[in-house]
């Protein structure tokens, strides 16, 4: 196989291997508040949106080793051990108790950023600088189907049920748990890229396992970089509306008691249309900021609506919900189409945040997916911890104004990386 080949199948392992595992984890974050609204009448006594905040919280933090544990263990274990727990977060609610939901969700926030950074570095030696947007692309799609299989199971196992009972709970988990466990064991299929150019320093680094200390230092250049500190509204934005899209908004559906019985199962379905996106591969030939901007404008436009459809009260009702009404009669379409639109966006910002970082920092991938993922996270731990409390229409005002924001300084950002690789490029002639 040619090394571009095998490069390309790499890719496609990755994001199989991600497709599974998220369809797991990103399941079970969307169902877990409701499932534990369930569970609250019971000895357990836990907050999906708490435990959330302390993952996005630790896994914050844990970017600061992440770039030393993946060059220690390489990307393969890396991504293999952060599977494993991956996996036994989401055995939890097989048999949830309180402790060991909180215990996993901080063992959980050390895996992801682990996790995350292996992706980045994966990412980044199998690409060039004319394939890096190809490939974030193949990957962000496979991730996106994430999305679909394992909520629209939840739509058809919970369609007409007002609560969630013991056997339906385990049985979805355990399923759930498999499915992690098959992705976790495909990371071994991934083998190391045959040299895509002549050998370069770039690329002797980023095989080469650094010492610590060599990895917190890059990182922390990385992240005072112009580039970086452009990106980050950016960045920040999208951990933002991820929290919102996958764990709060489904939350909000399944607490509209005036879309009647088929709230619960509506949770599923429209989560399950935020991954049946793939537009970007016909996007990407225009460049990064034409599709940044239609991001955007989709956003804003499932905002107004979900602001028009979806009652002030809904991400924090209790488990019988709410009988409030927004400013129109609540429309089961419209809810459906706003969770396309969600995923729509955010498609349009994640993959060209992934090949914008990739294209910035070849030669430090690693540190720089890992400040991506530090900053993401951050703002993902502060959404979760505000979820509590905010009432749906002051969410929403957060994400307009960050998201016009990291829209601005994405432009500026894509434009000095653009001008710095030309400028590189004839330096090299």
């Not at 396992?209 to 005072?224: G, R």
Request: contains cysteine; proline residues 3%; hydrophobic residues 45%.
């Amino acid at each position: 196989m040619s090394p571009n080949g095998r490069s390309l199948l790499n890719i496609i392992i990755l994001g199989f291997s991600f497709m599974f595992i998220f369809t797991a984890f990103q399941t079970c974050g969307n169902v877990e508040q409701t499932v534990i609204k369930s569970l609250n009448a019971t000895d357990f006594q836990g907050s999906g949106y708490t435990s959330l905040a302390i993952i996005y919280g630790v896994f914050s933090a844990s970017n600061l080793i992440s770039p030393s544990v993946v060059a220690i263990l390489g990307p393969q274990i890396s991504l293999f051990l952060s599977g494993l727990v991956y996996s036994f977060y989401i055995a939890i609610f097989i048999h949830p108790l309180t402790w060991t939901f909180y215990t996993a969700s901080v063992l959980l926030g050390i895996a992801a950023a682990v996790l995350w950074t292996a992706q980045g570095n994966v990412l980044t030696i199998n690409s060039k600088d004319t394939t890096i947007g190809r490939n974030s692309g193949i990957f962000w799609a496979l991730l996106q189907f994430s999305l679909f299989f394992g909520n629209l199971y939840i739509y058809l196992a919970w369609r007409g049920k007002s609560h969630i009972s013991d056997v339906d709970r385990r049985t979805v988990f355990i399923s759930l748990t498999v499915i992690s466990l098959v992705g976790g064991f495909l990371f071994f299929l991934i083998r190391n890229p045959e040299p895509l150019n002549e050998p370069s320093e770039s690329t002797d680094s980023l095989l080469n396992a650094d010492t610590e200390e060599s990895n917190n230092k890059k990182a922390l250049q990385v992240s005072v970089k112009k580039e970086m500190l452009l990106l980050s509204p950016s960045i920040s934005y999208s951990g933002l509306e991820m929290t919102f899209f996958s764990g709060v908004y489904g939350t909000c559906i399944g607490a509209m008691n005036l879309l009647g019985d088929d709230a619960k199962g509506l949770i599923g379905l429209s989560v399950s249309l935020l991954g049946s996106e793939r537009f970007w591969v016909r996007c990407s030939r225009f460049g990064r900021n034409p599709v940044v901007l239609l991001g955007l404008i989709t956003h804003l436009l499932a905002f107004y609506l979900i602001f028009l459809n979806i009652a002030s009260d809904a991400p924090i009702a209790p488990e019988e919900g709410t009988n409030q009404q927004a400013y129109m009669s609540p429309s089961t379409e419209v809810a459906l189409l706003c969770s396309f639109l969600l995923g729509f966006g955010d498609s349009c910002f994640n993959t060209q945040l992934l090949s914008i970082v990739g294209f910035t920092f070849p030669q430090d991938s690693a540190p720089a997916f890992a400040v991506f993922k530090f900053i993401q996270s951050i703002s993902a731990a502060v959404a979760f911890s505000y979820s509590n409390y905010l009432l749906l229409h002051w969410q929403l005002l957060i994400l307009v104004l960050s998201g016009v924001l990291g829209t601005v300084t994405f432009f500026a950002a894509e434009r000095i990386a653009v001008v710095n690789h030309r400028d590189s490029d004839y330096d090299s002639i």
